[in-house]
Nanobody, 115 residues
Framework: QVQLVESGGGLVQAGGSLRLSCAASGITFSIYAMGWYRQAPGKQREPVASITSGGSTNYADSVKGRFTISRDNAKNTVYLQMNSLKPEDTANYYC?????????WGEGTLVTVSS
């Protein structure tokens, strides 16, 4: 049974930082591309950042220079370090594991940035 469990969300003031974690089980973590997505109220889910099995990263333009995705294959965990947070970063953040058309999702963790 595949499980992706996000943690680290919460309430933070604008300009602050949060670190999200996503612990995976039930998959061979190291061979999966991992990603973070977010969905704000009334909006569609959008990609935030991704990291391949080889460690290559990609970011949405809106978070470049502020967010950093990383992975620890020994801990089966992917992280999203979020700095200089803005109110528009408020959303539910979801972890995704993907490989050859197979995709798994976590339940999400809520990030709220107050102005």
């Amino acid at each position: 049974q595949v499980q992706l469990v996000e943690s680290g969300g919460g309430l933070v003031q604008a300009g602050g930082s949060l670190r999200l974690s996503c612990a995976a089980s039930g998959i061979t973590f190291s061979i999966y591309a991992m990603g973070w997505y977010r969905q704000a109220p009334g909006k569609q889910r959008e990609p935030v950042a991704s990291i391949t099995s080889g460690g290559s990263t990609n970011y949405a333009d809106s978070v470049k220079g502020r967010f950093t995705i990383s992975r620890d294959n020994a801990k089966n965990t992917v992280y999203l370090q979020m700095n200089s947070l803005k109110p528009e970063d408020t959303a539910n953040y979801y972890c995704n594991a993907a490989r050859f058309g197979i995709s798994y999702w976590g339940e999400g963790t809520l990030v709220t940035v107050s102005s």
